[in-house]
């Protein structure tokens, strides 16, 4: 085809059927690179299990005995790649009667510093270290981003000033940071409640943007530049993106 092209006149009717045909072997293409890609990786489900006590403590910290319970995601992989991350990160799940618990434990390079130089949910939030959670309804979604300060952002639809009256904790440790995140159930009116026994599934996929400074000098405020930048996800999507409902995994609720 592109000898066909080179042998023509660019404003020929011939040169525009080319490319025509051209383009559409292009999508046809791209469209089986992704379903071989899909193929490789499946998407994954998570059970969310009903636990009355909900959580012991609020502290941002992944207790081995308060969370042993939890429905666990495995860890993350590279969201564009589908290979393993570079640093490991993991969500956990479970719920009581009224609130959605998610936590979290986010790998770091040792002895590297956290990326947090945001102090308000109405600043870029997704340039720093964080974790994303996206539910999906059949007309409605939400999006959560909690970084290691413990700044919320939220929206539904894509509006930043729905509040789901949500709470965070964090904590900050030598190679890992972590989080607690309290979601009440009745905030999300565009998902089915989850009721006991009726076998619950909600569309969901969860991610995390890495910074990693790998310089030895100290990185300079505010300049992206100096971070390298990794997406994972619990599902990939194998683009430089998240919220891709398609690619969206399934929490079922027992």
């Known amino acids: 085809l592109k000898e066909a092209e080179r042998a023509v006149s660019q404003d020929s009717v011939f040169y525009r059927r080319v490319r025509v045909v051209r383009d559409c ?22 059970v969310c299990p009903s636990l009355p006590e909900g959580l012991i403590s609020f ?15 495995g860890l993350f992989v590279n969201s564009v790649t589908g290979e393993a991350g570079s640093v490991p990160t993991e969500v956990f799940l479970m719920r009581d009667g009224e609130n959605l618990y998610l936590g979290w434990k986010a790998g770091l390079r040792k002895g590297q510093e956290v990326r947090a130089e945001r ?17 999906y309804g059949d007309t409605t979604w939400y999006q959560f981003i909690v970084t290691s300060k413990g700044i919320l952002w939220e929206a539904k639809n894509g509006d930043a000033s729905w509040e789901s009256q949500g709470r965070v904790k964090t904590f900050v440790g030598e190679d890992f940071w972590s989080g607690e995140l309290v979601i009440p159930i009745e905030s999300l009116q565009g998902l089915l409640k989850p009721v006991p026994y009726a076998n619950i599934v909600w569309r969901a996929n969860f991610g995390r943007v890495y910074y990693d400074h790998p310089g030895d000098k ?7 530049t100096d971070w390298k930048e990794e997406l994972q996800m619990w599902n990939p ?3 430089p993106a998240f919220n891709t409902p398609a690619r969206a995994g399934i929490i079922r609720f027992p």
């Open 237 to 239: 999507v194998f683009e």
């Open 59 to 73: 502290d941002g910290l992944i207790g081995e005995e308060e969370w042993k319970k939890a429905g666990r995601t």
């Open 25 to 46: 072997f292009s999508q046809m293409k791209q469209a089986s690179d992704n379903f071989l890609l899909q193929t490789k990786f499946p998407l994954k489900e998570v």
């Open 119 to 135: 102090d308000l949910s109405s600043q870029p939030v997704w340039w720093d270290d964080n974790l994303e959670a996206f539910f």
């Open 218 to 224: 100290p990185p300079s405020p505010g300049k992206k």
